[in-house]
Structure formats: structure tokens, C-alpha cells
């Protein structure tokens, strides 16, 4: 087993929820050790097993013996994605971590992009990548039907809610994070919004590249994705989060 243990309270907790990548989570993985060992040094890569039924969790297990504590598995069952991130920044919150990265386990969160993100971190709250779509024309469109619908029912302008590449400050999102219902399912579609909509959080974005998956399985497949729309609006209403249109959604 590595050396390496992470410091009682790292100045980064990269949140990467796993759900069936076998054929890549240990690439990934290494690439991201290289990048942030030699950017920030003192973090931990927490990866969520959100019901994976491949041999994902054997891999990350496998991984952790070598790459020592700074790399921690969790297990739930299947709650999604959003929920599952949500559980991954609540965790840094509890641990007092300043920093807060999400990045997904399919290698379309590219590292060499987070050099960029750390750089900023004192200038921002939240950092968005701000994606240049590779992966096909049907999610270009989701994405914008998505904003546009944002802007219709909870007045905000989100570009990308949906981004899964973003670096938060823990204190000045907590509360925002905090009050995403824990049945919410795209759960950070509803963060961005409430992160939007307070005015004491400062916005930032670095352009990133967005290339093909390596493997594994989407956890929201496009399809899945377009057929929770409705749903998605009907959550943000109920919740409160559209309040501030003043629109009810039947």
C-alpha cells in the first residue's frame, strides 16, 4: 500500500460517483492522482458506488491498496447521480474541506483542465467548465432545452446545470447544498439553481474540452434524461426552488 495519507483536514475533496465503469475508473483514477498530486498535494479522491453490478467496486478496491488513504470508497444503493453527489459534498461539509471538486468516472472530465479550475479558487465560489460538446448532437440540445426551461420556470440564467466538472467552496455553498431535497433526482440541476440564485455567490467558468466517454454506462442515458423533464420542473416547483418566477407548473 502507497505511503500516502491524506492530511486531517485536506484542502480538496474530489467527489466521483462510479456507477459500472470497470473498463475505465482505474484509468481515470490514475489520472487524476498524477494532476492533483502535483497541483494540490493534500486531498482525497472519494469515489461513490452508486449500485454498481460490475466489478467496479473490485477495481477501486484494488486501486486503494496502492494509492493508499487518499483514495476513499463508499457504497449506497442506487439513488442516481445528482443524489449521490449530493452525498459527496455533504461529506465535505461534515469534514470541514474548503474545496469541493465533481467530476464523473467516464474520462470526460479531463484533468488537464483542473490546473485552470484551482487557480481561480480564491476568486470564485463556484467554477463551472464550460463544455465544448463531443458527445453528440441529442445532448448538445438536452443541454439547451435545459437552460431554456430554467429560464422560463425558476428565472434563472444556468448555461450548464447539469456540468459534471465544477469546484465549490464548501463555507460559501453550504447552505445551498444543504437545502437540495434528498429526493430531488437531478439533484445538481437544482444546486446550480440555487447557487444562482444567491447573490452573495461568486460565478466563475473555465472552458474545458468534452470528449467521448471511455466506457462504463451513463447513469441518466439521454433518453431517461428527456423523460424526466417534466418531472425535473414539477420537483423544482414543489421544492420551492421556482419560487422566484411565481409560476405554478400543473
Not at 467496479?56 to 477501486?60: G, K, V
Not at 457504497?75 to 445528482?82: I, L, V
Given at each position: 500500500m502507497s505511503d500516502h495519507s491524506p492530511p486531517q483536514r485536506p484542502q480538496l475533496l474530489v467527489v466521483m460517483p462510479v456507477f459500472n465503469e470497470e473498463a475505465c475508473v482505474e484509468q481515470v483514477v490514475r489520472a487524476w492522482f498524477t494532476t492533483l498530486d502535483r497541483t494540490v498535494g493534500d486531498f482525497i479522491l472519494l469515489a461513490i458506488s452508486d449500485g454498481s453490478t460490475d466489478a467496479?467496486?473490485?477495481?477501486?478496491t484494488?486501486?486503494?491498496e496502492e494509492l493508499g488513504s487518499r483514495l476513499e470508497i463508499h457504497?449506497?444503493?442506487?439513488?442516481?447521480?445528482?443524489q449521490t453527489c449530493i452525498k459527496g459534498y455533504v461529506t465535505g461539509l461534515e469534514r470541514q474541506i474548503p474545496h469541493l471538486l465533481q467530476i464523473d468516472s467516464d474520462g470526460q472530465s479531463d484533468p488537464v483542465h483542473f490546473p485552470d479550475f484551482w487557480e481561480l479558487r480564491d476568486q470564485f465560489d463556484v467554477i463551472y467548465g464550460r463544455r465544448s460538446r463531443k458527445d453528440g448532437l441529442r445532448r448538445i440540445i438536452a443541454s439547451r432545452i435545459l437552460r431554456l426551461a430554467l429560464k422560463h420556470f425558476a428565472n434563472v440564467d444556468c448555461i450548464d446545470a447539469n456540468v459534471p466538472y465544477r469546484l465549490m467552496n464548501g463555507a460559501a455553498c453550504a447552505e445551498a447544498i444543504r437545502s437540495i431535497p434528498r429526493d430531488f433526482d437531478l439533484a445538481n440541476v437544482a444546486l446550480a439553481v440555487e447557487l444562482r440564485r444567491r447573490r452573495s455567490i461568486r460565478h466563475g467558468e473555465v472552458p474545458i474540452g468534452f470528449p467521448p466517454r471511455l466506457g462504463g454506462e451513463p447513469s441518466v442515458p439521454f433518453v431517461k434524461f428527456a423523460l424526466k423533464a417534466r418531472e425535473l420542473l414539477k420537483q423544482l416547483d414543489a421544492s420551492g426552488i421556482a419560487d422566484g418566477t411565481g409560476r405554478h407548473i400543473p
Open positions: 467496479t467496486e473490485e477495481s477501486l484494488t486501486l486503494a457504497r449506497h444503493s442506487n439513488r442516481g447521480h445528482g
